[in-house]
């Protein structure tokens, strides 16, 4: 199966910024040809979908997150970012990349991003 490791959550202040790696390895023959993307999970709510970058590079971003977040990705590593800036608190949840499509996406283990004073 594919793994996927996300690196680079923490802890950071309002207005701060991050960026989040996820690397893919095992069963990966084209990673450039599966779609990647970010989603979140927050205490006491769903899943959801928080960017997202295709196959032609098209990006999908939730309303709350535009013109704040950058997602990309780089084929040749096997990894997709997602860059965050302007942090706010209700950013804070466990992120979660994910690579494929229904019925075979995969998805990593999560990394916590609190944002808080």
């Known amino acids: 199966q594919v793994q996927l490791v996300e690196s680079g959550g923490g802890l950071v202040q309002p207005g701060g910024s991050l960026r989040l790696s996820c690397a893919a390895s095992?069963?990966?023959?084209?990673?450039?040809?599966?779609?990647v993307g970010w989603d979140r999970q927050a205490p006491g709510k769903q899943r959801e979908l928080v960017a997202r970058?295709?196959?032609?590079?098209?990006?999908l971003y939730a309303d709350s997150v535009k013109g704040r977040f950058a997602i990309s990705r780089d084929n040749a590593k096997n990894t997709v970012y997602l860059q965050m800036n302007s942090l706010q608190p209700e950013d804070t949840a466990v992120y979660y990349c994910?690579?494929?499509?229904?019925?075979?996406?995969?998805w990593g283990q999560g990394t916590q991003v609190t944002v808080s004073s």
């Open positions: 095992g069963s990966i023959l084209r990673f450039e040809l599966n779609r």
């Open positions: 970058i295709d196959v032609g590079g098209s990006t």
């Open positions: 994910n690579l494929g499509s229904p019925p075979a996406t995969n």
